[in-house]
């Protein structure tokens, strides 16, 4: 199975800061990375497939980059509503996997 | 807009067969766009990618569950379903039903709101 690799594990940050999360891929995954944005008791939102290509009614303040082995996703400008814990995930092959978790905090 | 609800037992005794069913609505299910997928969440940990399968029938699952894991679908009723056989403790965990959408590289972008199911005597 390809192992996913998120840094950091947790982040503190204010409204208003730019944020920038790391994923690592143990082998090359092409484009196939996925985020996705988990708030405490909830399911997982999709917010970006394909390393870059925003989901469907996803905030503009998201944005995603990479590929190979290397992907970031970058929240520009932090809003209230996005302190949550994201996960990348490879859509490459099966079975997909996913990285540990990032817990984004006030 | 698609939405998934998933439904089945809460509780689940040891060496049982945990079942739970996916109700898709929206209109997407019968379109051959789409894989139906199966992903779990043990309490506190992050996501494990446990299957899916198409409408046809055709089926992917993770090779750690494979031996106890089948799935299914009814096309009539919008519905598909997970059964994983010989469950411990360690099946506890909230179970969600995903769509993977194939114009999207067979990335995941919608989900169920989950399930949980404890097993336990």
């Known amino acids: 199975d390809i192992k996913m690799t998120q840094s950091p594990s947790s982040l503190s940050a204010s409204v208003g800061d730019r944020v920038t999360i790391t994923c690592r891929a143990s082998q090359g995954i092409g484009n196939s990375l996925a985020w996705f944005q988990q708030k405490p008791g909830k399911a997982p939102k999709s917010l970006i497939y394909?390393?870059?290509s925003l989901q469907s009614g996803v905030p503009s303040n998201f944005s995603g980059s990479g590929s190979g082995t290397d992907f970031t996703l970058i929240i520009s400008s932090l809003q209230p509503e996005d302190f949550a814990t994201y996960y990348c995930?490879?859509?490459?092959?099966?079975?997909?996997?996913f990285g540990q978790g990032t817990k984004l905090e006030i | 807009q698609v939405q998934l609800q998933e439904s089945g037992p809460g509780l689940v005794k040891p060496s049982q067969t945990l079942s739970l069913t996916c109700t898709v609505s929206g209109g997407s299910f019968n379109n051959y766009d789409f894989y139906w997928s199966w992903l779990r969440q043990h309490p506190g940990e992050g996501l494990e990618w446990i299957g899916y399968?198409?409408?046809?029938?055709?089926?992917y699952f993770n090779p750690a569950l494979k031996s106890r894991l089948s799935m299914s679908v009814d096309t009539s009723k919008d519905q598909f379903s997970l059964k994983l056989s010989s469950v411990t403790a360690a099946d506890t965990a909230v179970y969600y039903c995903?769509?993977?959408?194939?114009?999207?590289?067979?990335?995941?972008?919608?989900w169920g709101q989950g399930i949980l199911v404890t097993v336990s005597s």
């Open positions: 399968i198409y409408s046809s029938g055709h089926t």
């Open positions: 394909g390393a870059s």
């Open positions: 995930q490879q859509h490459n092959t099966y079975p997909y996997t």
């Open positions: 995903a769509r993977d959408n194939i114009r999207h590289g067979y990335s995941t972008d919608s």
